[in-house]
């Protein structure tokens, strides 16, 4: 196998490839402008928990260095 059989593969293809990287990068630079539609979500969100088998606490448990650590506690009903 010759040397210009090896190289003339990826003389040909680099500049292919890095045409079509170019152009795939322009086309994710368009972004669609959707209108400001309200939310789904309330701005007060509670979850109705009377149907959970476990009744849920969070407390911070104070650590030896200082720093309090945030805790889920979870107690079966």
Same mark, same amino acid.
């Given at each position: 196998m010759k040397l210009?059989?090896?190289?003339?593969? /990826?003389?040909?293809?680099a500049?292919? *490839?890095g045409? @079509?990287?170019?152009?795939?990068? @322009?086309a994710a630079q368009n972004t669609r402008a959707?209108?400001? *539609?309200p939310s789904d979500t309330p701005t007060k969100f509670e979850?109705?928990?009377?149907t959970w088998d476990y009744s849920r606490r969070e407390v911070m448990i104070p650590m030896r260095?200082?720093?309090? /650590?945030h805790t889920?506690? @979870?107690v079966p009903k």
């Open positions: 210009t059989q090896v190289v003339r593969p /990826l003389v040909l293809g500049p292919m *490839f045409v @079509l990287a170019f152009t795939s990068l @322009l959707y209108p400001n *539609f979850p109705a928990d009377s260095d200082g720093i309090r /650590l889920v506690i @979870l």
